[in-house]
């Protein structure tokens, strides 16, 4: 199996063109690439790079991608049940 190659926080971010800062932020939260810890530093590989991007949806214009949020929003919503009143039996 080959060694992929691995790339440093601030080449991957470069590679992403974030900040370093944004990808840090990420990892933070877990949502950003996978990546691999070497000596207390982070380090990315190029394939997981690419994989996390695809992963992600693209979108022509900033309203198109607003109203693909507005939509996952509102499938995220929980209905609420309505309070139904329990009867005990005598």
């Not at 470069?14 to 990808?23: E, F, H, M, V």
């Not at 691999?36 to 997981?48: H, L, N, P, Q, V």
């Not at 900033?62 to 049940?81: G, I, L, R, S, Y």
């Amino acid at each position: 199996m080959e060694t992929p190659i691995q790339m440093s926080s601030p080449d991957a971010a470069k590679s992403l063109g974030i900040a370093t800062y944004t990808l840090r932020a990420w990892r933070m939260k877990g949502t950003g690439p996978q990546y691999t810890k070497i000596g207390g530093r982070a380090y990315y590989a190029m394939t997981d790079l690419d994989a996390w991007v695809a992963s992600h949806p693209r979108y022509r214009n900033t309203a198109e991608a607003a109203v693909a949020k507005a939509k996952a929003q509102k499938t995220a919503e929980v209905p609420k049940a309505p309070n139904a009143e329990v009867k005990k039996k005598k």
